[in-house]
């Protein structure tokens, strides 16, 4: 049950994101995207589960793992001035992967 009510979390933000994106004020879309809904779950079912501490962890992961994602905007933004958005984003996309696998490797080596 979990997992469905995630899913569904998910796809109401990916409606709200795309009826965002036809606004004037389509910006906003990207604010959306940072919507901690599924987190919001995922937390309050990790500390039924697993209890405080975990959550903290978690949370100490979730706010380093904020570099590949900024990492991801500027190289995006830096590369639409040259690539098509396709291209772009497989770019941007290669860099987040690069960073998240260094961060994920640090993370286990030294939690």
């Known amino acids: 049950m979990d997992l469905f009510i995630k899913c569904v979390m998910a796809v109401i933000i ?3 994101v795309h009826y965002i994106s036809k606004t004037e004020n389509y910006y906003i879309a990207g604010l959306v995207l940072s919507f ?9 079912f ?28 500027l190289v995006l933004n830096f590369v ?12 941007s996309s290669m860099v987040w992967l690069f960073l998240s696998s260094i961060l994920i ?7």
């Open 14 to 16: 990916i409606v709200i």
């Open 36 to 44: 901690p809904g599924l987190s919001i779950l995922a937390y309050y």
């Open 80 to 91: 639409l001035k040259s690539y098509t958005i396709s291209k772009s984003i497989l770019i």
């Open 46 to 73: 990790m500390y039924i589960e697993h209890g405080a501490s975990k959550v903290r962890e978690t949370i100490y992961f979730a706010i380093v793992s904020a570099i590949p994602f900024v990492s991801f905007l």
């Open 105 to 111: 490797l640090t993370w286990k080596n030294f939690s």
